[in-house]
């Protein structure tokens, strides 16, 4: 008899797999608006995400937090228990005609993301996980286990391709890097997971849908990302905040294990509030 926590997850792949036929329906379909934060989105944003909603509502009575419906200000009220969804994250990456965008839905109970899946319409990936069944990426139909690497003396850095800042190049520039590779979208996350890369820094606003189901993935394979307070990355609705949906910056690693080598984490951190 399958877990509910199973049965979730094979929920969050169905949908992201009927966001990326919604995607790759409209053939390249580039009509592009601009929210009231000026930032792009596009028919396959909105279909994408009319498509995973579609799925998760018919299986599920949890509520859903999803980008456009929020844009468009339809947020649900705060629960423990809840789907987020980034129906098309890397949006520009996608207009320019890149392959590093993704397709993007977890659930999250009491503001730890404990179920994930990943889409990659261009070439067809799923990453997915969860915390009980460990993560995987599903290619071509066939599935593998992702597993991080140990972090190595110098570490191969992934970061955003769209929103580098002069912090994160600061940063970057103080580590012993042996190499470095901007990306688009969430991916960054899988790419942590599938031991591909040590190190992803984000220092900048990021939202819960841009990172809960590619978090999902990265905690399931066994890595983390931790906030400047030295705990992990927080889900959690209506918290008082301002910007409740938003995200601190962080630092996502492969090897937890690297939260303890000087320099990594930013100074004042106790180790003690991260992993052993």
Avoid at 40 to 55: F, G, L
Avoid at 258 to 266: D, N
Wanted: hydrophobic share 40%.
């Amino acid at each position: 008899m399958q877990s509910e926590t199973s049965i979730h997850l094979a929920l969050a792949v169905e949908a992201v797999r009927a966001g990326m036929a919604a995607i790759q329906a409209l053939d390249g379909d580039l009509s592009i608006e601009r929210k009231s934060d000026r930032s792009p989105v596009t028919k396959a944003d909105r279909a994408a995400e009319a498509a995973i909603v579609a799925i998760l509502s018919r299986a599920s009575n949890l509520p859903i937090v999803a980008e456009e419906a929020v844009s468009e200000g339809r947020i649900p009220e705060p629960a423990s228990r809840f789907f987020l969804v980034d129906p098309l994250d890397g949006t520009r990456g996608y207009i320019s005609g890149r392959a590093d965008y993704t397709v993007n839905v977890a659930l999250v109970d009491g503001g730890v993301p404990i179920v994930g899946a990943v889409g990659v319409p261009q070439v067809g990936d799923i990453y997915g996980g969860s915390l009980e069944e460990g993560a995987f990426l599903e290619r071509a139909g066939r599935r593998r286990s992702l597993h991080p690497r140990k972090a190595r003396e110098r570490l191969t850095v992934v970061a955003s391709r769209d929103h580098m800042s002069k912090e994160t190049e600061t940063y970057v520039a103080s580590l012993a890097i042996g190499g470095w590779q901007g990306v688009g979208s969430s991916l960054k996350f899988c790419l942590l997971a599938e031991g591909r890369a040590d190190l992803y820094p984000r220092f900048g606003r990021t939202m819960m849908w841009d990172t809960a189901a590619a978090d999902a993935v990265l905690r399931a394979a066994g890595g983390i990302a931790l906030g400047f307070d030295g705990r992990p990355l927080s889900y959690v609705m209506g918290d008082g905040r301002a910007d409740p949906l938003a995200n601190p910056d962080f630092i996502a690693m492969g090897d937890p294990s690297l939260a303890r080598r000087p320099g990594v984490l930013p100074e004042g951190i106790s180790v003690s509030e991260v992993p052993g």
